[in-house]
């Protein structure tokens, strides 16, 4: 099996979480400011799953449930990312 690639990053990445619920889910967040997430059983040949342009730059990402992340970002904001919704819900 071949190492799976975050090729959609445009720069360094800064945090990756695999998805505890469906773990062929691994999210990524960038210096880019873009949130993606891959789905490891289609390899790296594919499109990501879901990508999405933050607010500011991400410092970490973590897993709520199989559909929902929660992510950090540099400006002190806590947001919530729904799988295919494009409008984040800001926690703090």
């Not at 469906?22 to 949130?35: F, P, Q, T, Y």
């Amino acid at each position: 099996s071949q190492p799976l690639k975050f090729s959609s990053h445009s720069k360094q990445i800064r945090c990756i979480s695999i998805c505890p619920f469906r773990d062929r889910l691994v999210a990524s967040v960038a210096e880019d400011g873009i949130l993606v997430i891959r789905d490891t059983k289609l390899g790296n040949s594919t499109e990501p799953r879901f990508s999405l342009k933050l607010a500011d730059i991400p410092s970490a990402v973590c897993w709520e449930s199989d559909a929902k992340l929660i992510v950090g970002l540099r400006n002190g904001c806590v947001e919530r990312i729904t799988i295919g919704n494009r409008t984040p819900d800001v926690l703090i």
